[in-house]
């Protein structure tokens, strides 16, 4: 008989015994395996805190007490126990689930997340916040050993010690993030595990001396020193512990029995509590001890509701399937190799994302001269100006959305210092995990930092022969692409001049002025338009900045529309720069259409059903001109 089938709420874990939870959490690794299996998501995180979920909720009273994921792409247990389960088969499908923590769907989910390290402020925050309102209520943050690399974490912890704030926080510790964790934390963890003197029966041998007549007090107190000092011997410097927090553990976060106990005892426990658990990415799967990193981001496989999988492939046409293009990642990362076999100087920085961005296909060739510095973004760029400054010419391979966190760096260390770097910003644009990972703010929020230049290719030849000349510049460098397979050349490539752009298609009647991915979209536009008579020209940008003033003003002179397109957001955007730098020179500005990703976050989906549902396609472009174009003279933003 099925357990989980009956499981709907908390409420009805709750009413189980605890001696069939560990097969509740059977049947839902079962479960939770097949559907991401189908649709594709974050396995390895999920199935790694399966337990540890089923334990808070069994322990907690979690629609009153508070519970805040650290990244938040291991709540899909979370979700299939917060009445959640019948919908998890379209987890991160347009219109399903979001692939994390999200307030629209539930009461449970008390902040969007998707970046890592903020657990802890966004916890003791709410802690304080009860504190002063006289609520009792406890509350939970749950960080993974990669999470706590970042440094706003211990920041948080920093904090907390001067709040008086009643706070758990669950180290879960999988020695992994996206891939292997690195850094000195990982070996202080690795320290904390082999520390089983500290740990075991701990709690127990307290309960038991308590109740010695006479004597216990004192023995408990003497037994706490001696522990103290086993702490110092067995596990030296304890972090945790001088920070103000009690610290337990290494402890099995597979064990469901232990963890409710533990959890129990801990609810009741007032301050600052940090809770030590092992646990196994991946665990229960198939591939969890071969190939831990494969589960991180699952794709899909056929079925009969799937989304696309853009990891390198485009989609054929009907008829012979063509040979499947590169993905945008690899292109980069095969065009960086072939450079630093050439150049000595040259050197590769990541955050964490060897994997994402492709630098770990290239690690052999790269050798000692590859650096993942973990989730510290900031770390990441401000060591890439030190790098700079010691005559080598860094490749900072981040994620756009990511990018964010090392703003101040980029300011600081980078563009003031006018030091030389490539900023490598790969899922710029929209991506399928929602309004944390979208890359839509890069354009704006590095076009304003003077000694910056910004580029986009528009097929994978243009990104090869992008790369090679920002690697022989001066100054800050970002190059943008999607995480979409690269469409091949339409023409001759032009060489790469700062500031220059390219006329790819004549034409007097409207001039498309496009940027990265949207040339490709524009150039099938002008021929949708051609048939309906009317003649537009085409621009490759190729630079948000400086924008070729000179050659748009010339395609616009005899233009009844300016359209500017890019996939990004409008407001601050490569539109916006292309009207800034026209106005500065007092050129004439016809009718201008700018489209782009409107002024709001996007929500989830395909990035193949998003780029549809905003207006990012060839027909959807041409509809928008012709019946701009039939209108009075004036300006509009999608």
């Given amino acids: 008989m099925s357990i989980y089938e009956h499981i709907n709420s908390p409420e009805d874990l709750r009413r189980l015994r605890a001696e069939d939870l560990p097969a509740l959490a059977e049947e839902m690794r079962l479960d939770m395996i097949d559907a991401i299996t189908e649709t594709g998501g974050h396995m390895g995180s999920g199935l790694g805190v399966l337990e540890l979920t089923i334990a808070l909720h069994y322990v907690f009273d979690l629609s009153r007490d508070r519970l805040v994921f650290d990244v938040g792409h291991q709540c899909y247990p979370h979700k299939m126990l917060t009445g959640r389960k ?36 966004l916890a003791l925050g709410l802690a304080v916040a009860d504190k002063l309102a006289g609520n009792d ?43 292997k964790t690195v850094g000195a934390m990982t070996r202080y963890f690795s320290r904390l595990r082999t520390g089983p003197l500290y740990t075991g029966a701990k709690r127990e041998l307290h309960e038991l001396i308590k109740h010695i007549p006479l004597v216990g007090e004192k023995m408990e107190r003497s037994l706490q020193e001696s522990l103290d000092v086993l702490r110092s011997t067995v596990a030296p410097g304890n972090v945790f512990q001088e920070l103000g927090f009690d610290y337990f553990g290494p402890m099995d976060g597979h064990d469901l029995p232990r963890l409710v106990h533990s959890l129990s005892d801990f609810k009741a426990r007032p301050g600052l509590t940090l809770l030590h658990l092992l646990t196994r990415k991946g665990a229960g799967h198939a591939d969890e001890h071969s190939d831990p990193s494969k589960l991180h981001g699952v794709k899909p496989t056929p079925a009969p509701v799937r989304k ?36 000595e100087d040259l050197v590769a920085v990541t955050a964490a994302m060897p994997d994402g961005t492709g630098l770990s296909r290239i690690a052999d060739q790269l050798g000692d001269r590859l650096y993942d510095v973990g989730i510290c973004e900031q770390h990441a760029v401000a060591f890439a100006g030190g790098l700079a400054k010691g005559a ?73 022969v992008m790369l090679a000349w920002a690697c022989n510049q001066n100054g800050v460098v970002g190059i943008r692409y999607p995480r979409d397979a690269a469409p091949a050349a339409t023409g001759p490539m032009a060489p790469i001049e700062r500031g220059r752009a390219v006329t790819v298609r004549k034409g007097e009647d409207v001039a498309l002025v496009a940027y990265g991915t949207m040339v490709p979209v524009a150039e ?20 948000a900045k ?11 002179g005899p233009a009844r529309l300016l359209v500017t397109l890019e996939e990004h957001s409008v407001r601050g955007g490569f539109g916006a720069a292309v009207l800034e730098e026209l106005a500065a020179r007092g050129t004439p500005i016809p009718a201008t259409l700018q489209i782009g990703v409107p002024d709001q976050f996007v929500e989830h989906g395909t990035r193949a059903d998003l780029i549809v549902r905003l207006g990012l396609t060839a027909p959807a472009v041409a509809a928008r001109i012709m019946q701009t174009i039939g209108t009075p003279v004036g300006a509009s933003a999608l």
């Fill in 86 to 121: 019948d919908r998890m088969r379209t987890m991160r499908m347009t219109d399903g689930l979001c692939g994390f923590p999200h307030p629209d769907e539930s009461d449970y989910d008390l902040f969007h997340t998707g970046h890592a390290g903020t657990s802890i402020s």
């Fill in 546 to 556: 400086p924008v070729d003033g000179e050659t748009i003003a010339r395609v616009i």
């Fill in 137 to 179: 209520r406890r509350t939970v943050a749950v960080i993974g050993d990669a999470g706590f690399g970042a440094g706003v974490a211990f920041e948080a912890m920093n904090h907390a010690s001067e709040t008086g704030a009643n706070l758990l926080v669950i180290l879960n510790d999988n020695e992994m993030s996206i891939s």
């Fill in 524 to 543: 099938a536009a002008a021929a949708l338009l051609a048939e309906q008579g009317v003649e537009a020209a085409v621009v490759n940008a190729r630079f």
């Fill in 308 to 343: 696309p999988d853009h990891s390198g492939e485009a989609d054929p046409p009907a008829g012979a399937k063509p040979p499947a293009r590169p993905a945008y990642t690899n292109v980069f990362a095969d065009a960086l190799a072939v450079l630093a076999g050439e150049r």
């Fill in 392 to 464: 080598k010419h860094p490749v900072v391979a981040i994620y756009s959305t990511f990018l964010q966190r090392g703003y101040d760096m980029v300011f600081q260390e980078l563009a003031i210092q006018d030091a030389p770097c490539v900023l490598a910003m790969d899922r710029a644009g929209l991506v399928d995990d929602g309004a944390t990972h979208h890359g839509l703010f890069d354009i704006a929020y590095l076009r304003t930092l003077p000694n910056t230049t910004l580029l986009a290719p528009a097929s994978a030849e243009e990104l090869e």
